[in-house]
């Protein structure tokens, strides 16, 4: 309905792939090999109507920005 869809936010994390790559070869016992990178980026659709956030930055930063983000959407 068009209530949850007002309530709703989609955020983004994104970050080149270089980045995502370099993160991927430091993963233990993860599901996603690096191999499929490629094919990921290939057919990813960026979001309409999403807060795209980069997280090539450290996670405190990253969070910052969602949060001021949010709260400015909550001020409206």
Do not use: C
């Not at 869809?5 to 983004?12: D, F, V, Y």
């Not at 994104?14 to 370099?22: M, N």
């Not at 920005?65 to 001020?75: A, D, S, V």
């Amino acid at each position: 309905s068009e209530d949850i869809q007002r309530q709703l936010t989609w955020i983004w994390l994104s970050a080149p792939k270089d980045i995502i790559a370099k993160r991927l070869k430091t993963r233990e016992n993860h599901f996603m090999p690096e191999a499929l990178l490629d094919s990921q980026y290939d057919v990813l659709n960026p979001p309409k109507d999403a807060f795209k956030i980069d997280v090539s930055v450290d996670v405190e930063s990253a969070l910052t920005t969602i949060l001021t983000q949010l709260n400015e959407k909550k001020g409206r």
